[in-house]
């Protein structure tokens, strides 16, 4: 029955594959749940562990998306005095330099709001200006890694013309994140939370392409489940965002093995109950270590 060296028991492990378009309920194209017609169970004596061993996923999403498209202005003379407040959102769809820029000026055109954008090819960096004498002030973006304007520099001060701190990153999330969101995993993400990421898939390959999963060794990570009745697949940016696949459809595969619980025998050895025994070896383990030191005087 056993079928893999991690299997150390009589239950043979099951490999389940995936596909989004035949998922039972699905969510958005990156967020779906799989119902199994039978429970995969581990007895009391077993635990499951669980790895990807296989996934395919569109590189159908884009590199300016909701909500991560949005950006606020506010107009005042020179002198101070409110004029007006804007907000913009970019459309959905990827874009370089030049597309963004052109989408700026577009809607400062649009908005009648006298200002420019501009891009500098040395510096990888944006700026904003306008083009009076009135000022202008960003008072809140979702497009900070975008157009390189860290959290802590919004609200800028009230300027006629603003360059970005930081270089533009136009590039989307680096990595995707395959989750499993049902199943108790204790993977810890850069926040520190338990997650149930089984898998982190850097993205090495042009938009329209495939994403594929291409590890030299295959992780397995063990579940507190002793039970799987579904599978509630999510996959997550760099920010911990749901992806929009735009109609896109992937694939994995996944192994469970079971293993045999292993006691611990040193956290037994001090529950609640068990000290008077603790104490009487510890006392009898000190008495010996004398009397063997007598014995050598």
Known sequence: MVNHTLNDTDTASVSVFLQSDK???????SNVIFYLNETIGARPDQSMLIGLISCEVPYSFYNIDTPKNK???????????FIA???LTLDRQNYDVDSIVSKFNSLFTTNNMNMNMSFNDNTNKFTFNSTTTDQFIITSTTLNKSLGLPTTSIPTSAN???TCPNVCQLTGTSSIYINCVNLSISNLDSRGDLNGTICKLPIE?????????KATENNYYLTNNQTITHFHIT?????????DLNGGDFSLGLNIHFVQKREQPIFKRYLLGNEASVMREDKKDTIDN????KKKI
């Open 160 to 162: 006629t013309t603003f």
């Open 290 to 293: 004398l009397n063997m030191e």
């Open 205 to 213: 390959c042009d938009p329209t392409s495939f994403i594929y999963y």
């Open 71 to 81: 950006i606020s202005f506010r107009r005042q003379t020179a002198s101070g005095v």
């Open 85 to 87: 407040d804007y907000d």
């Open 23 to 29: 998922a039972s309920t699905r969510l958005a194209s």
């Open 235 to 243: 996959i997550t940016d760099d920010d911990n965002q749901e992806l």
